[in-house]
């Protein structure tokens, strides 16, 4: 297969030399240490700029399948206005389009790489077989196509399509092989809430990029991007830098998706102000939660709607939680490699309402959700996460991820608790493909509101424990895998994952 000469590839290629050249798309990044981040042009903090939404993409009915066509492209994008940076991108020279779908309906791609290098398209959050979940083993060559098709078993929600290369997905997803997907169904349509695309049901693809001294975007290499994973000083919605909304009614929500490689974000309203928490990865919550924060680690998702009754413009925000107790990501060396640590804020969207309206209330009850039921499970699974220094030994249960090694062997349709264990001094995001599964609790406390609805990505905390509840319900297939892993994508790519079968027991 060559994964391993790929690699070797997307970390020192020349990426796009002329306009008719066909590029991998992300392997001509200048790559840079941290040092080289600055504070370019930080005199755009006083511009707005509209905020761009994602073309809606609902496919084609054909054949009774909702069948969507797209192409992986190279491309470039000025992140500094007037330099133009080699990106990749789907149907667009970076990031994508969304696309909408219903629950129960099947649904078929037809996937072009155009790229020079081989790619995965990752469907995040989907319940699905194996041999059509994107991951690392349906790589897609250059100027191949990939068709997979299944069911869309998912609630209602936000979900996400990425590039899930081995030990590629880092760059890949920087260079902008990502894009939202929205799954619609009849139990959220009857409760009424901001559903109008692009007008008061916003998608918010929330990145942060490391621009050079001369604007141009690169993909840092060095001992504290491998560590920490890749975290930039300029923040990026829907590839937006300083985004700008203009809103036209009363509430608006906001489906935001941590998109980033390695940063985590605390998404607030300046002023303090609260939001209404209604939905998590996997859908809605059972109930709205009035929040004045809400915490995403990369890969997760939240949905909140906002009040803007009093036509007052409000901001949102985040701040950057140091997810490492004394490591490499705090103290002067986060300040100075980071570019702005733990405590910058970061300016995310600027939202202009168009005039006072009419207060509107949320329903008292969003989703039917049951509390798991812990006394389920047959079996107890354990994962121990744990990173070596100086770049090192990135592992789950001790070992580094191997395409050739099957690390669990999962009974489909069984009620399974996984232990996820954080023996690293870092947190890590911890993502499960094929299942949304249910939080019990975080070292015996019951988990935060955001994590008391469908879950397919968690955040596990250094020294903690959180256990989740699951079974793979429709799937088997005893020689395709899923993966499980690190959603600090700079981690997965060097070994923080393993992989699962479902079998028939």
Known sequence: MHRKNQTFLIERRALLKGAGMAAAGFAGFPLAGCEAQNALLHDSQARSNPLAIPPLQQGRIEGGARVFRLSLTAGQKEFVPGVASPTIGIDAPYLGPTLEMRRGERVRFHVENELTEGATVHWHGFELPADADGGPHQLIRPNERWSPAFEVRQRASLYWYHSHLHRGAGPQVYAGLAAPIYVRDDEEDALDLPSDYGVDDIPLIVQDRVIDGSGRLIYPSGMHARMM??????????????????????????????????????????????????????????????????????????????????????????????????????????????????????????????????????????????????????????????????????????????????????????????????????????????????????????????????????????????????????????????????????HEDAGMMGQFVVVNS
């Open 229 to 490: 994973g890749v975290r930039g000083d300029r923040i990026y919605v829907n590839g937006t830098e300083n985004a700008m909304f203009d809103a036209a009614t009363g509430q608006l929500r906001l489906r935001i998706l941590n998109g980033s490689n390695a940063r985590f974000y605390d998404f607030s309203l300046e002023g303090d102000r609260p939001m209404q928490l209604i939905g998590s990865d996997g859908g809605l919550l059972d109930r709205s939660h009035p929040v004045r924060s809400v915490r995403l680690a990369p890969g997760e998702r939240g949905q909140v709607v906002i009040d803007l009754s009093e036509g007052r413009p409000l901001r949102l925000v985040a701040s950057s939680p140091d997810n490492a107790m004394g490591m490499m990501g705090g103290g002067m060396m986060n300040r100075r490699n980071d570019g702005g640590g733990s405590d910058r804020v970061f300016r995310i969207l600027d939202i202009r309402p168009a005039r006072a309206a009419q207060p509107a209330s949320l329903p008292n009850q969003l989703a039917s959700i049951a509390a798991p039921d812990p006394s389920l499970a047959v079996r107890t699974r354990r994962f121990v996460l744990d990173m070596g220094m100086m770049g090192g030994g990135m592992s789950i249960n001790g070992a580094t991820m191997d395409m050739n090694v099957v690390n669990e062997r999962v009974p489909v349709g069984q009620w399974e608790i996984w232990e996820i264990a954080n023996a690293s001094m870092m947190a890590h995001p911890f993502h499960i493909h094929n299942v949304q599964f249910r939080v019990i609790d975080r070292d015996g406390h019951a988990p935060p509101p955001l994590e008391t609805g469908f879950k397919d990505t968690v955040i596990v905390n250094p020294r903690e424990q959180v256990r989740v509840l699951l079974r793979f319900e429709e799937y088997s297939d005893p020689d395709k895998p899923y993966m499980y892993h690190c959603h600090i994508l700079e």
